[in-house]
């Protein structure tokens, strides 16, 4: 089995910072691709960042320049650094990780979100 822990998310003003963790725990050969998702109220699931083991990070537009992710690979940890955070940013952050298990079965797994909440 493999999990994903999320944390790090909470309420924020605009203009502000949060930084997001997700950590995998589990039967771990290889980490394939990282990424973060949000869904926003009312909205459907969207591509924050993502990238592969030996690629560098995509952004979707909006978050170019405020939004850094990086990872620890000895840990199996992925962080996402949010700065000047604006209300549009309100959502549910959510973890993803293409996995390689040691048992050399594929894995999706997706945490169970963690909520930001910009606003005044």
């Known amino acids: 089995q493999v999990q994903l822990e999320e944390s790090g998310g909470g309420l924020v003003q605009p203009g502000g910072s949060l930084r997001l963790s997700c950590a995998a725990s589990?039967?771990?050969?290889?980490?394939?691709?990282m990424g973060w998702y949000r869904q926003p109220p009312g909205k459907q699931r969207e591509l924050v960042a993502t990238?592969?083991?030996?690629?560098?990070?995509n952004y979707e537009d909006s978050v170019k320049g405020r939004f850094t992710m990086s990872r620890d690979n000895a840990k199996n940890t992925v962080y996402l650094q949010m700065n000047s955070l604006k209300p549009e940013d309100t959502a549910i952050y959510y973890c993803?990780?293409?996995?390689?298990?040691?048992?050399?079965?594929?894995?999706?797994?997706w945490g169970k979100g963690t909520l930001v909440t910009v606003s005044s």
């Open positions: 589990g039967s771990i050969w290889r980490i394939n691709t």
């Open positions: 993803n990780m293409r996995m390689t298990l040691r048992s050399f079965a594929s894995v999706d797994a």
């Open positions: 990238a592969t083991s030996t690629s560098s990070t």
